[in-house]
């Protein structure tokens, strides 16, 4: 918790929090400065998204690099995807980018990125910690601070370059597709025009003003309340993208349909493109409670799945350790062993396009999917009493297979349940998925009274 107790949290995911009492200019100015001892003074791109607390925050965080002796290169707003391509193109020692991302208006982070744009493994965020808690920075004498200067624009042209040679450019011109996009007035809007000339699409884009005004729930799914979904037939469009704020996330809307599709779609139907056009068997690292249409892929063209804890971090990590070809979860993001460095939207979208110009309509492939119903729920629980009540769970599903790994899992035929205490706020995360709907909801509710009252259920 911060200061004033409002949320604030320290983790892979970099410092984040609610800003004012909890996630304030001196704290960030504090977190550079560790970021700055930890890369030795070295050289640090930073990036930022669209939130109203973000230039504010951005200047504390220089302050903080440069009174480290950094070099600092401010690159302004740009996607998560594109600082994270930077970073390592241009021979950086890391970077920072301030990114609210997923979470609601009011929020922002800070989000370390080692020298190849990936983000900090379990060693490097010990370390970093380690120099933010024990205020160990390399504080330098007015004649040492480090240089401060902006991108030159000419250098973002590398990350289009990338886009270009990432994607089968000439299959979906041919295909003369028109998309939908709901860009959540984000670092993606800043984008927007130049994707259409690249891909050669009709993009027909919603919430594409850069701006701190958060249109909606910016975590993509069908519960964000996106206007795109109402307007995918008037539009006749081929397929419909939502992102979040900093175009690190997708969901979907098929073609023909007035309906979002849950974020938990994006990767089961990019994996559904990208196995079939491979003929070698391929290797899929996803975390412990993604939907079983992922396992439903893997069987399908006989990858093997390995299942690791939550996070993006984590994700990206094992596909290194485990030298995987794809990873990806159910937040509506995925990556490319050829690529990988983080979620880039744009090259997620990038490829779900493709697929459709290649193999055809977005709604052929959900029906290879198969049917699963998911609830999520969000239950507000303090650590001390989450920790207490998760390990009376074992007595509650004494039906199921039960697993402690990341949380709890309790595993059926028809599907399964995950309860985790999260690792940013004071709540525990609960996700229930079965071929029955009545009885993901029977699942969910009974877990979710068990942490409301007192374990009696």
Not at 96 to 116: C, E, F, M, T
Not at 180 to 199: H, M, P, S, V
Not at 390 to 405: H, K, N
Not at 438 to 443: F, G, K, Q, S, V
Request: aromatic content about 10%; some cysteine; proline content about 3%.
């Amino acid at each position: 918790m911060g200061q004033g107790g409002k949320p604030l949290s320290l983790g892979l995911a970099g410092m984040r929090g609610e800003v004012g009492d909890g996630l304030n200019p001196a704290l960030a100015l504090d977190f550079a400065a560790a970021y700055g001892s930890w890369c030795d003074g070295g050289k640090v791109l930073i990036g930022f998204d669209n939130r109203a607390s973000t230039e504010m925050l951005a200047d504390a965080v220089i302050a903080g690099l440069s009174c480290c002796g950094c070099r600092v290169v401010n690159g302004g707003p740009m996607h998560g995807g594109m600082i994270q391509f930077l970073v390592r193109e241009l021979g950086f020692d890391g970077g920072l980018y301030l990114s609210g991302g997923h979470q609601k208006a009011g929020w922002n982070s800070i989000v370390p990125l080692d020298r190849d744009g990936s983000y900090f493994n379990y060693i490097n965020q010990r370390e970093l910690f380690d120099l933010y808690h024990g205020k160990r920075f390399r504080y330098m004498p007015g004649n040492r601070l480090g240089k401060i200067t902006l991108l030159p624009e000419k250098k973002r042209e590398l990350y289009w370059d990338f886009l270009s040679s990432a994607l089968d450019i000439s299959a979906i011109r041919r295909a003369k597709l028109t998309v939908a996009a709901d860009f959540c007035n984000g670092t993606g809007a800043l984008a927007a025009e130049r994707f259409q000339q690249l891909l050669g699409i009709k993009l027909i884009a919603v919430n594409n003003h850069f701006s701190p005004l958060i249109p909606h729930d910016p975590e993509p799914g069908s519960q964000c309340g996106s206007p795109l979904g109402s307007l995918m037939k008037v539009l006749n469009a081929d397929a419909g993208i939502i992102f979040n704020s900093d175009c690190s996330r997708m969901s979907l809307c098929e073609d023909g349909a007035d309906k979002l599709l849950s974020e938990e779609y994006t990767f089961p139907l990019a994996l559904n493109y990208l196995l079939g056009k491979s003929q070698e068997k391929q290797l899929i690292v996803t975390n412990i409670c993604s939907s079983r249409m992922i396992d439903r892929m893997a069987e399908k063209y006989r990858a093997k799945l390995e299942k690791v804890p939550v996070g993006q971090s984590s994700i990206i990590d094992h596909m290194r350790t485990f030298g995987a070809d794809f990873g990806g979860d159910g937040s509506g993001s995925f990556a490319l062993a050829d690529t990988v460095r983080g979620f880039d939207g744009l090259l997620m979208a990038g490829k779900i396009i493709e697929s459709v110009a290649i193999a055809g309509r977005l709604s052929r492939a959900v029906k290879t999917l198969g049917k699963f119903y998911m609830k999520k729920m969000v239950v507000p629980c303090r650590k001390e009493h989450a920790y207490a009540k998760a390990r009376l769970l074992a007595g509650l599903f004494r039906d199921a297979e039960i697993s402690d790994f990341d949380g709890w899992r309790f595993d059926w035929p028809d599907g399964f349940l995950s309860v985790r205490l999260s690792g940013t706020e004071a709540v525990v995360r609960i996700i229930s998925e079965s071929e029955k709907e009545l009885e993901a909801t029977r699942r969910a509710e009974r877990s979710r009274r068990f942490f409301e009252d007192n374990g009696e259920y």
